[in-house]
């Protein structure tokens, strides 16, 4: 049987502790991010019309988009998007993005439809960072938010499944022995 892993213990707002410290952006990465903030405000609506062309022509993610408003879906990407160049990357930052997550969990959105995304938005993210005064280190920057929002919202789905697998067995414990078929 394997053993208990220290990461089990750790949960809520010290999971999201935890993946800030991981990511280690640092103070002069969120500065440069901070700085291209306009850039990226400028390019939310193509990125954004981008998103949604392709999440309208595939017919699974299309059904999740009926009768939900367009303008309300758009301002959200955008805010999103715009949001990984604030420049401050702490826990209020991640209970942001978890709340994203819990959305798509909350209507039943697969979590490979929100990764699947990712690559509609880091060629815009790269191409911002490319305009800083330090293009490849800005570039790592904004690569290293995205990958800690991506973490963020599989944390969400985690925390979830977790929780009714645990309640269906009668524990945690249990039920990360199970998801780790052990």
Request: net charge negative.
């Amino acid at each position: 049987m394997a053993q208990d892993r220290a990461s089990w213990t750790v949960k809520d707002e010290a999971a999201l502790e935890e993946l800030i410290q991981l990511m280690n952006l640092r103070p002069e990465e969120g500065a440069l991010l901070k700085d291209l903030g306009p850039k990226a405000k400028e390019h939310a609506p193509t990125l954004t019309k981008t998103f949604y062309d392709r999440l309208f022509a595939h017919p699974n993610t299309a059904e999740y988009l009926k009768d939900v408003s367009l303008d309300r879906l758009h301002g959200m990407v955008q805010e999103w998007f715009t949001g990984m160049f604030c420049g401050v990357y702490d826990t209020e930052y991640a209970r942001r993005r978890l709340r994203i997550g819990e959305i798509h969990v909350k209507i039943g959105l697969p979590v490979r439809y929100p990764l699947a995304m990712i690559d509609v938005v880091m060629p815009y993210g790269d191409q911002i960072s490319r305009e800083s005064a330090k293009p490849e280190e800005t570039v790592a920057a904004f690569r290293k938010v995205l990958a800690m929002d991506v973490a963020i919202f599989n944390q969400a789905y985690e925390d979830n499944q977790l929780r009714h697998l645990a309640e269906m067995v009668g524990g945690e414990r249990l039920a990360r022995r199970l998801l780790s078929g052990s």
